[in-house]
């Protein structure tokens, strides 16, 4: 049985979308509350970070991506608010194409509860050394389908803090579109 040569395994490509929500709320204060009617937003309002591209990242802290990837690497999307999700949290909820080239599969949302988590200590002045609870991280994946150029609209839930500084609440769904440019690494 003959092994394949020069196979270069997967990767997985992580974007994270940090939304200033106080912006949000500022800009557009009555937000969509059906999902499927999410509230279009301008891009002052977000910014994406990129790890994991296969070469150079271009457009990183923009609501817009271009980065190096092989066809089947994976991707995932996932979102915080500029708050950390302490205060005003977000869920990052749906990925959908738009236009131009299709360079993702079909977007799925991926649940993982790590039953250690560590958090910091609320015990120590200094939060260290952490505390472990059971957290469940949530994120869009996909998988690189073909290099070029896609537009996508990334929608999110916002909750706010509730006035008894405990329980955050629904304020409403939202979604902006982005360009994404997946580029061959090998070119």
Same mark, same amino acid.
């Given at each position: ?6 196979? *270069?395994?997967?990767?997985?490509? %992580?974007?994270?979308?940090?939304? /200033?929500?106080?912006?949000? =709320? =500022? +800009? ?5 509350? !059906? $999902? ?10 977000? &910014? ?5 591209? #296969? ?6 802290? +923009? ?16 979102? %915080?608010?500029?708050? !950390? ?9 749906? *990925? /959908?194409?738009? #236009?131009? =080239?299709?360079? &993702? ?9 790590? /039953? ?5 200590? $609320? /015990? ?5 050394? $952490? %505390?472990?609870?059971?957290?469940? &991280?949530?994120?869009?994946?996909? #998988? ?36 994404? +440019? ?6």
């Amino acid at each position: 049985m003959q092994q394949a040569e020069n196979v *270069v395994p997967a990767r997985a490509v %992580t974007i994270l979308a940090v939304i /200033d929500t106080g912006y949000v =709320k =500022k +800009t557009y204060p009555q937000p969509g509350q !059906d $999902p499927e009617q999410p509230t279009v937003i301008d891009h002052a309002s977000q &910014f994406m970070l990129c790890s994991g591209s #296969r070469g150079m990242i271009a457009g990183q802290g +923009t609501a817009n991506l271009e980065f190096g990837a092989n066809i089947g690497d994976y991707v995932a999307f996932s979102g %915080t608010s500029i708050y !950390d999700n302490s205060d005003d949290a977000v869920i990052v909820y749906s *990925v /959908d194409y738009s #236009r131009g =080239k299709k360079v &993702f599969n079909q977007f799925s949302p991926v649940l993982v509860t790590r /039953d250690n988590a560590v958090m910091p200590d $609320p /015990d120590s002045e200094t939060g260290t050394p $952490p %505390t472990s609870v059971s957290a469940t &991280f949530s994120s869009q994946e996909s #998988r690189v389908h073909t290099h070029g150029t896609g537009y996508y609209n990334l929608s999110f839930a916002l909750y706010t803090l509730a006035d008894d500084g405990e329980t955050q609440e629904l304020f409403g769904y939202y979604r902006w579109a982005s360009v994404i +440019t997946v580029l061959n690494p090998h070119f």
